[in-house]
């Protein structure tokens, strides 16, 4: 049986995911608690990454060489950059980008050095089939989200994109750096602090990568603005459903 793994950042962000699996135990390496259990007949390894690019890609390292994962996912929440990219709205990463990567002028801004590249893709049939859960998902948000959130953050008309998505080791909550990185990277749909570390160690190890975000705030000066209940209201419920969703299609 194929071994799936699950990371968030932050544990708002993962609780109803692990309180989704009742045989679960956890097993401690690097100062983490790993979740293994099963969930929709999956064997799953369910773990709190913590937040920034080292710290993920230590989690990362620990799932694939300690718990032999097959398959990885990152789900959480995420800043909006490009104009669709609304609150509420979720993007399944198509490639992930290190916005602070700068190693010019010995090699291009962006780019990651002796990789020759800057962007890493993620898996093509595994983003495929998480969009089409948060699809399905997205189409009745009242179902999982109920109706005083939907009305508290307007969440009217939620969409699912797909495109590249910005990491970098710094929560960007003014409008100042949102519209820099827009300049930088326009093609960026969203920005977070984990997901392009995950994506280099995945293809170190030539293991498929996913990155599934919900849309918090818009990376601006109003990024702070209620993120806490974002986060456990809105972000949470929607991982727990796609993740849900991809699992019993799967």
Excluded: N
């Excluded at 793994?5 to 544990?11: D, F, L, N, P, T």
């Excluded at 570390?197 to 170190?204: I, S, T």
């Amino acid at each position: 049986m194929a071994v799936i793994g699950i990371m968030s950042a932050m544990h708002e962000e993962l609780a109803a995911v692990l309180a989704a699996m009742p045989d679960k135990h956890l097993v401690r390496v690097a100062g983490r608690d790993f979740g293994l259990g099963h969930w929709h007949g999956h064997e799953v390894v369910v773990v709190l990454s913590r937040i920034g690019k080292v710290a993920a890609a230590t989690t990362a390292t620990a799932l694939i060489e300690r718990f032999k994962v097959d398959a990885l996912v990152f789900t959480g929440a995420a800043g909006g950059l490009a104009a669709d990219a609304q609150v509420g709205d979720v993007v399944v990463a198509s490639a992930l980008v290190q916005h602070d990567m700068d190693a010019s002028p010995l090699f291009p801004k962006h780019e990651v050095p002796l990789y020759g590249r800057s962007r890493f893709d993620t898996d093509a049939a595994l983003s495929k089939a998480l969009a089409a859960a948060a699809s399905q998902v997205l189409s009745d948000p009242a179902q999982h989200l109920g109706a005083q959130a939907i009305a508290d953050f307007h969440l009217l008309s939620p969409r699912v994109h797909q495109g590249l998505i910005a990491s970098g080791d710094r929560f960007v909550s003014t409008t100042a750096e949102s519209q820099a990185l827009q300049l930088s990277l326009p093609e960026a749909l969203a920005v977070e602090m984990e997901g392009a570390a995950v994506a280099q160690v995945c293809l170190d190890y030539g293991v498929p990568f996913a990155a599934v975000r919900t849309i918090s705030d818009r990376a601006d000066d109003e990024a702070h603005s209620d993120f806490g209940r974002f986060i456990r209201d809105v972000a949470s419920r929607y991982s727990l459903a796609i993740l849900s969703q991809w699992l019993m299609q799967r």
